[in-house]
């Protein structure tokens, strides 16, 4: 493997799994950056796992925003009920900057059963980005 660009991965790959999360934290988001089909692959095994730093999570879910890489949108929706507050925040976020329509009822359910306004914020600009009018999802 002479590729830097490889090199770089697998490095950052391997940082995913090291027992500092400040580590795991920073490969994400460098992962993120990168960008890739590997990036890709195990930014979505880091938003779906149940037991991974909350703010790890989060930083998962954002990069695979940023990505916009559809692949992501099932581990993307599963997150919206996930534990804390960056994580659903990050996906709704983030399905809303991928695009993909079958994000709108789960969408629309989050928002219906969140009494965070960061939360609610998030899922009503991506319904917006999604074309479905928020005005119809129910204010509390």
């Known amino acids: 493997m002479s590729d830097p660009e490889a090199q770089i991965i697998k490095q950052l790959l391997v940082d995913l799994r090291d027992f500092n999360k ?82 709108i009822e789960p969408l629309l359910l989050a928002a219906a059963n969140s009494g965070n306004d960061t939360f609610r914020k998030a899922i009503m600009e991506a319904l917006k980005r999604l074309g479905h009018d928020p005005e119809k999802v129910p204010m509390e």
């Open 22 to 103: 400040a580590k795991r934290r920073a490969a994400v988001m460098k992962l993120g950056m990168v960008g890739g089909d590997e990036a890709v692959q195990a930014l979505i095994m880091m938003v779906r796992n149940d037991h991974e730093d909350l703010i790890a999570r989060g930083r998962a879910a954002l990069m695979l925003g940023n990505l916009r890489d559809i692949r992501a949108v099932d581990s993307l929706i599963k997150a919206l009920d996930a534990p804390g507050f960056q994580t659903p925040v990050y996906a709704a976020e983030a399905l809303g900057k991928i695009g993909d329509r079958r994000a």
